[in-house]
């Protein structure tokens, strides 16, 4: 027998014993460590080998919630929905602030919570009693800063988590932008109003995942358009409507070519300023997407071995959404420059961690929100450049703290060694920051929009519920009485009255800007309360569930994020879309 020959034979040999052995180990696996239930909502949920090494890595027990319930609570932490007037609880002063005047702590202005003029509270452990109660105790004390911003916006009061940035009202998650209306999540947009997730936009209205639009409105997942309506995965395209999958096209509708003097006719006999016309063409837009428009399974780009949606140049990672430049990652949501970060909502150039909400430029951090230049520390609530520290509320710069109060390092070592101990008998350590310490109401948070649920369903799970806060008793306008087209409308009749939305009862008004910018865009007035706008185009984009279906055009098995009931009839993998598309 020739000694290739036998060599093959005896590899394959090895690979069926392989085999044998892997699946026995799986068997094993499978009837010794049983299938946990979520502490949640009760759906049985698996941990893979992999992640159990990481969890062991990083010294915390396994979760004992299931990867959507994890991503639910965490997302609670941050604040996502109203803007209140309120005053800062130190110096009296008005502010405007995602925290409601109920919030159930101090609020300060950011830019005197940085002043080292006031006294952090701190409190002495006691060792008996569960910990998580006693820094919730703690945590109820302790001032918050009143927005997340790095003191780099020029008059942008309405708004929260901005950077560099200048007038822009009721926007949030955004940067470089300026003149930004009712936005979320906006990097390098200029005159935007009611768009989300886009990038380097100018003069565009109610755009969802567009790049480098100019002029263009009603638009999802489009680049390098311009002077276009309602365009789904187009690019470089101008002066088109309704069109979807079109690559460097002009005077085109429904895919279909016109000439330009056609194009200008059809164009000039609908009016875009009628409110009804646009639920018309909204309600076709709709129909296109569902019917004719081709559907990529995932917009990941310049991927390896990762799995989840809306990634960008990310590694070994998997189960993420909406993250750029992970590795090594599992189960994050809006997050970028990670590495070997798990079960984490809105970490940015963090390493080593766990459980955690919004942090920055953290590193060997677990169980923290809103922690920004930490490291080697663990349940932190808003907490700055801190190292070594255990259990602590709004400390900046300290180390050697538990409950904020600060100890000789090596008794800080030996206090938390026996608060984890204890922790764990009491099957306290691992678990998240209590639902006791949300912020807010639950429909005034992030997770709200990820994970809508009613009242009953989170009072059930114990969370807070913002109540409607009337400020404004007095309705001047019904949207029945609005005027349908934007043409013709006189400024007065309309700027700064109360209007009740038709969708949420909310009461809101228009600024002078916005009527400005609707007369000179021929966009109708909107009827339905800015977070109602803003989060229905975010809904536009594909959801964090996946599920398990054919490639429309080849019949390969893919992961779809679209949701079901969507009824999108063509989605493509990869291959087959850029087939048909390029
Ligand atoms: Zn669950
Ligand atoms: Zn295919």
Redesign the pocket.
């Known amino acids: 027998m020739p000694a290739s020959r036998r060599f093959n034979e005896l590899t394959s040999l090895l690979d069926i014993f392989n085999f044998k052995l892997s699946f026995s180990i799986l068997i094993f696996t499978l009837l010794i460590i049983p299938m946990p239930a979520c502490k949640n909502c009760q759906t049985a949920f698996t941990i893979s080998p992999e992640d159990r090494a990481f969890y062991g890595r990083i010294g915390v027990p396994l979760p004992t919630l299931c990867v959507n319930c994890r991503r639910q609570h965490l997302a609670s932490f941050w604040p996502f929905g109203n803007f209140y007037q309120r005053k800062c609880d130190q110096t009296g002063e008005s502010i405007i602030s995602t925290f409601s005047p109920q919030a159930p702590f101090p609020v300060y202005k950011r830019e005197n919570w940085l002043k080292d003029n006031w006294q952090v509270p701190e409190a002495k452990v006691n060792l008996d009693q569960p910990f998580l109660e006693q820094l919730t105790a703690l945590q109820k004390k302790t001032p918050h800063y009143h927005q997340l911003t790095d003191g780099t916006n020029v008059n942008c009061e309405y708004c929260d988590d901005a950077y560099t940035s200048k007038n822009c009202y009721l926007t949030r998650s955004f940067a470089e932008s300026e003149d930004l209306y009712f936005g979320y999540r906006m990097v390098g947009c200029k005159d935007c109003f009611d768009s989300v997730y886009s990038y380097n936009l100018e003069k565009c209205y109610s755009c969802t995942r567009c790049w480098q639009c100019y002029n263009t409105h009603y638009s999802l997942e489009s680049r390098d358009c311009l002077d276009s309506y309602f365009l789904y995965d187009c690019r470089g395209c101008k002066n088109c409507l309704m069109c979807w999958n079109l690559r460097n096209a002009e005077y085109c509708i429904k895919n279909q070519q016109y000439s330009a003097a056609e194009y200008e006719r059809k164009i000039a006999e609908i009016n875009f300023g009628s409110w009804f016309t646009i639920q018309d063409l909204k309600a076709e837009f709709k129909k296109v997407l569902v019917a004719e428009a081709i559907h990529r399974d995932n917009f990941n780009v310049k991927t390896v071995n990762c799995s989840g949606n809306y990634l960008t140049e990310s590694k070994n990672c998997r189960d993420c959404f909406f993250m750029e430049e992970g590795e090594d990652c599992f189960n994050l949501m809006r997050a970028l420059g990670n590495k070997d970060i798990y079960d984490s909502v809105g970490p940015y150039r963090g390493q080593l961690s766990c459980g955690s909400a919004q942090s920055l430029d953290c590193y060997n951090f677990k169980f923290c929100v809103y922690a920004i230049r930490c490291r080697d520390s663990e349940y932190l609530d808003q907490c700055e450049d801190c190292h070594d520290c255990f259990g602590c509320v709004g400390l900046r710069k300290k180390s050697f703290c538990i409950l904020n109060k600060q100890y000789p390092e090596a008794e800080y070592r030996r206090l938390v060694k026996l608060i984890k101990e204890k922790m764990t008998a009491r099957g306290e350590y691992g678990e998240y920051l209590p639902v006791s310490m949300m912020y807010n109401g639950y429909n005034d948070t992030l997770a709200y929009l990820y994970f809508p649920e009613n009242r009953e369903q989170v009072a059930a799970r114990g969370a807070g519920w913002q109540e409607e806060i009337i400020t404004e008793p007095k309705i001047d306008l019904t949207v029945e009485e609005l005027p349908d087209s934007i043409q013709g409308t006189k400024t007065e009749a309309v700027v700064n009255k109360t209007i009740k939305c038709g969708k949420t009862g909310k009461i809101f008004r228009y600024i002078p800007q916005e009527i400005k910018f609707y007369q000179a865009n021929n966009i109708p007035l909107p009827r339905y309360y800015y977070n109602y706008r803003v989060t229905e185009n975010f809904r536009q984009m594909a959801g964090l569930f996946g599920r398990e279906a054919a490639?429309?055009?080849?019949?390969?098995k893919?992961t779809s994020y679209y949701p079901a009931e969507w009824g999108y009839r063509k989605i493509?993998?990869?291959?087959?879309?850029r087939k048909e598309i390029y």
């Open positions: 490639c429309g055009l080849c019949g390969q893919i493509y993998c990869e291959e087959c879309y």
